[in-house]
């Protein structure tokens, strides 16, 4: 931590891997026509706002294996 906000983090080689091809994945991927929609219509805008109200789960992994 730096001025109580994180600074670093410490992770395994194994999840460094999987972490690094998503980001390669994210960061090289071409542009999809329902990328384009999202934006058009504003819904994308709208999610993002939508996240930022939400409150912070106290137990997300739980939350994700009940889905």
């Known amino acids: 931590y730096e001025g ?3 600074k ?3 992770v395994d080689v194994e ?4 972490m690094e091809t998503m980001m ?3 960061l ?4 999809e026509p329902e990328d384009a929609i999202l934006v058009a ?3 994308l ?3 993002a706002d939508q996240t930022q109200d939400e409150i ?3 137990d997300w992994e739980k939350e994700l294996d009940e889905l």
């Open 4 to 6: 109580n906000k994180p």
């Open 28 to 31: 090289n991927r071409e542009a």
């Open 24 to 26: 390669d994945n994210i």
């Open 41 to 43: 219509s504003g819904i």
């Open 15 to 18: 999840s460094f891997a999987v």
């Open 45 to 47: 805008k709208q999610l």
């Open 8 to 10: 670093a983090v410490l």
């Open 56 to 58: 912070s789960s106290t």
